[in-house]
């Protein structure tokens, strides 16, 4: 080995591991705290293990509320996100007309704008329209105005991929159109369809930014944490943290051991 | 995100359709029903989620603030006031300027520190550290952004782990304020966004033949020279999202000012939310409007540095 690709090694490496200590470390502390039984969310002095935080966040009413608004909010964008996104990304892969290409620009604006503007937006109409003011609603429609986008965008990926043959083959032999959709397109795009949903659904339970301004005096789950985290800080928030984190990495393991088998299955 | 760079522009099979073919095309390929369907869903979308919206924002941007009975009556005229009040308030004009150096800082940061991150995951690392680095990557994001961001709180307050290690080490004899400038926010920021830079970089760098490297690498080129020529211009398409992505995000921050800020590191988000917390909506539309032409003109910027169009972008 060249001593210039050992150094280059040394560097890449020692990198790479000051990336993730800056990637992770905070979240190992921020960990660490939701056992320390100080009142004061920090890791030193440390005045003893405790589980009495996760004790005091499940006692909170108010989380739980917010916690079901989160569900809520999130099921009803994705049950509105993905069809839009399905019906779009029919419309744009398969036809070419004259204003496709600004469609297309119009509808992923909202990914590329800041969130808060379309919080804003969507609360201003509908409060001006319909004189509906900020709440679970509005939020629900302002998520899924962006949240559409991404479905679209998945859903395209797929059905770029898609042989039309199959379809005229069945049109030849006499199928309707509800047939073609539900026995050959849909089943072909089922795997973009539960992707696309499983992002909603976490793009929108984690949304902040947006839910802001629409929610009026309603509480989403980031609500929650947010107002908890700017007024008294309290381990509560640590206990939830650590939750979070416990989840995540459950589902990392459960992820990574799913794609392991079906490798191994594949190779066989 | 990361969508955004990796669906490839070019569709299967597209129907050349003249406007007025439009609906028989449509009815063609979805049956009317089906036309009817998507059409629908598409114009709700379209309109009452997006343009719409937008109008009604433009349009309390441009009438002055008024109390409820007065709404619709003589005054309510439109006027430029509620945007020239960002030239004529020097605190605010102060805060929007420092907002746009800051996310352009927060941006160039993140590029920097993700260039060789998504390097290695897309063109180095194989096999069991591909995953496990990808598993680093997403864990952090799969956390709500204001934990990430609280995270950095423990660390910089004045009762902090640094403050802790410093004055353990005899470094600092006093706990140091990190909260007081702007570092604790832009730090707060590239932290939160970083993912947003890598996936692009990497899915625009995975797309590029390792022949092509290990060419240039053959014929003498060195490291800088192969990326100078070779990986940078191969992916201006995803350096352009990234960057779009991270400015967009920190220029439009909330929770990274809010929980890492002090009063002297005001945000121009942080104005919009005061504006609306006062009940005075349509200064608050205003400067949405402000932040959204800002947001725009970089986008557009980004575009023309980088020579790659709206279509390559988008997709």
């Known amino acids: 080995m060249r001593p210039s690709s050992v150094v280059l090694r040394v560097v890449t490496g020692g990198y790479l591991i000051l990336f993730f200590i800056y990637l992770l470390m905070p979240l190992v502390f921020m960990s660490l705290v939701a056992f320390n039984s100080s009142t004061v969310p920090q890791v030193s002095p440390w005045q003893g293990f405790t589980l009495k935080w996760f004790g005091v966040l499940l006692a909170d009413n108010q989380m739980w509320g917010s916690l079901i608004n989160s569900f809520i909010v999130a099921f009803f964008v994705v049950i509105i996100s993905v069809p839009i996104g399905l019906s779009a990304s029919l419309l744009l892969t398969r036809l070419q007309f004259k204003y496709r290409d600004g469609l297309y620009a119009v509808l992923v604006s909202p990914l590329l704008l800041p969130g808060i503007i379309i919080g804003i937006s969507t609360f201003l109409f509908w409060d001006r329209a319909f004189q509906l003011s900020g709440g679970l609603f509005t939020t629900i429609m302002a998520q899924a105005s962006f949240i559409s986008g991404y479905s679209m965008l998945l859903i395209m990926a797929r059905s770029q991929r898609f042989d039309r043959i199959q379809e005229d083959a069945a049109f030849d032999l006499g199928a309707t159109h509800w047939q073609v959709f539900y026995k050959i397109t849909l089943p072909f795009l089922s795997p973009a369809l539960i992707s696309a949903a499983a992002l909603a659904f976490m793009q929108s339970f984690d949304n902040y930014n947006t839910t802001l301004f629409a929610i009026g005096f309603e509480q989403t789950l980031p609500i929650y944490i947010g107002s908890k985290l700017r007024s008294f800080i309290s381990p509560a928030m640590n206990a939830l943290s650590f939750i979070f984190i416990l989840f995540t990495l459950t589902g990392a393991v459960i992820y990574e051991t799913l794609r392991r088998r079906e490798l191994r299955n594949n190779s066989r | ?315």
């Open chain 2, 1 to 315: 995100m990361c969508l955004l760079a990796s669906i490839i522009p070019g569709f299967l099979r597209v129907e050349d359709t003249d406007m007025h073919k439009l609906i028989p095309n449509l009815s063609k390929n979805f049956g009317i029903a089906g036309s009817l369907i998507i059409t629908g869903s598409i114009a709700f979308w379209l309109f009452g989620m997006i343009i719409l919206p937008q109008l009604i924002m433009i349009d309390f941007s441009f009438r002055p603030f008024l109390p409820l009975n007065k709404i619709g009556g003589p005054d309510d005229i439109y006027t430029l006031k509620n945007y020239i009040v960002l030239f004529t308030n020097e605190f605010h004009r102060a805060i929007f300027i420092k907002t746009i150096w800051s996310s352009v800082l927060v941006t160039i940061t993140a590029l920097i520190v993700c260039y060789p991150i998504a390097f290695y995951l897309a063109k180095v690392a194989r096999g069991t550290r591909f995953s496990l680095i990808l598993i680093g990557l997403v864990i952090p994001y799969w956390i709500n952004e204001l934990l990430r961001i609280f995270a950095w709180q423990l660390i910089l307050a004045d009762t902090g782990v640094l403050n802790q290690l410093l004055l353990a080490m005899n470094v600092a004899s006093d706990p140091i304020n990190f909260r007081a400038g702007n570092g604790a926010v832009l730090l707060g920021m590239v932290y939160a966004y970083i993912l947003f830079m890598v996936f692009p970089l990497y899915n625009a760098m995975e797309s590029l033949d390792r022949n092509q490297i290990d060419a240039a690498h053959d014929l003498g080129a060195s490291r800088f020279q192969i990326h100078k020529r070779i990986v940078i211009p191969h992916c201006k398409p995803g350096i352009a999202v990234g960057c779009i992505m991270t400015f967009m995000l920190a220029a439009g921050s909330i929770a990274a000012p809010q929980l890492l800020g002090s009063p002297s590191s005001f945000w121009f988000s942080q104005i919009i939310y005061t504006n609306f917390e006062c009940a005075n909506w349509n200064q608050g539309a205003a400067y949405a409007m402000v932040l959204t032409v800002l947001c725009l003109a970089f986008i557009f910027a980004m575009l023309k540095i980088f020579k790659v169009n709206l279509k390559e972008i988008a997709k």
